[in-house]
């Protein structure tokens, strides 16, 4: 039996996504791998109005890793549609729900096109000061970590910053999440359709972080089982190293 929301518990304010499991969705029911994707985006519009709705401060979901430039070049294709069919078919809600979009992520080989779709969502809700909705596009973390690595060694080799003075805090500055200041680190990490690895996931930022896996593969996932998720999170005891 799935555990309900407390109203007396904390929720978590940053909750970071990966949004698994439209291939196997589609294909389970003979559909092209792309169908899967495509009701993949109607599951985030869902479960962004939820987390607006409980005023959770930052969703951050995984949409491109660097990885996936490697899956066959049609499914690519479609993937790099999606920042388009965003302000197609979420923008109403984004706005009526005053969700800002950001971006975590790497211009390198995206197309112009997709990047000015992403850059457009990102524009049109600008002054909206409600959800953070971080989109995680073309994203690696463990090249969010080298190029944090360059840039520092870069500002030490220019005589700007003395090695001894590098630190977990100065560090998280040279990531690309740095604009989330203080909400940095998701506080709970979801990931669907029964996979437990973090495929190159916010490394660094989940380092205290709770993780919950369920089973439901991404296109059904829904209100009902984002709160199975939440309240999972507000069961668990977060120590961060201490007893
Ligand atoms: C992983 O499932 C999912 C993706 C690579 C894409 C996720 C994108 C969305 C849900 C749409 C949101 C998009 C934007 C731009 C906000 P999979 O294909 O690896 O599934 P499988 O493991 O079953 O093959």
């Known amino acids: 039996m799935a555990k309900a929301l407390n109203p007396e518990l904390p929720l978590p304010q940053h909750v970071a996504i990966i949004m698994d499991g439209n291939g196997r969705w589609a294909e389970e029911r003979g559909l092209k791998r792309t169908e899967g994707h495509k009701e993949g985006l109607n599951a985030l519009k869902r479960t962004i109005v939820a987390a607006a709705k409980l005023k959770?401060?930052?969703?951050?979901?995984?949409?491109?890793?660097?990885?996936?430039?490697?899956?066959?070049?049609?499914?690519?294709?479609?993937l790099m549609s999606l920042p388009h069919l965003l302000n197609q078919k979420v923008m109403p809600e984004l706005m009526k729900n005053n969700v800002r979009v950001c971006l975590t992520g790497n211009r390198e080989h995206v197309p112009d096109k997709t990047w000015s779709y992403i850059e457009s969502a990102v524009k049109k809700t600008a002054d909206n000061d409600g959800l953070i909705l971080n989109i995680a596009f073309n994203y690696g973390?463990?090249?969010?970590?080298?190029?944090?690595?360059?840039?520092?060694?870069?500002?030490?080799?220019?005589?700007?910053?003395?090695?001894?003075?590098?630190?977990?805090?100065?560090?998280?500055?040279?990531?690309?999440?740095?604009f989330l200041g203080d909400?940095?680190?998701?506080?709970?990490?979801?990931?669907?359709?029964?996979?437990?690895?973090?495929?190159?996931?916010?490394?660094?930022?989940?380092?205290?972080?709770?993780f919950v896996f369920t089973d439901t593969k991404w296109p059904d996932f829904d209100e009902d089982v984002f709160y199975a998720c939440l309240a999972e999170f507000q069961h668990r005891q977060r120590r961060f190293g201490k007893v």
Do not use: M
């Not at 979801?190 to 709770?210: D, F, P, T, V």
């Open 141 to 178: 973390s463990r090249l969010e970590i080298v190029k944090a690595c360059q840039s520092l060694a870069k500002e030490a080799a220019e005589g700007q910053l003395d090695p001894v003075d590098i630190d977990e805090e100065s560090f998280s500055q040279h990531l690309q999440t740095a």
């Open 56 to 78: 959770i401060k930052v969703l951050t979901v995984y949409a491109f890793s660097t990885e996936n430039w490697a899956r066959p070049k049609r499914e690519v294709q479609y």
């Open 183 to 210: 909400l940095q680190d998701p506080d709970l990490l979801i990931r669907s359709s029964g996979e437990i690895r973090l495929s190159n996931y916010l490394l660094w930022q989940l380092a205290y972080s709770e």
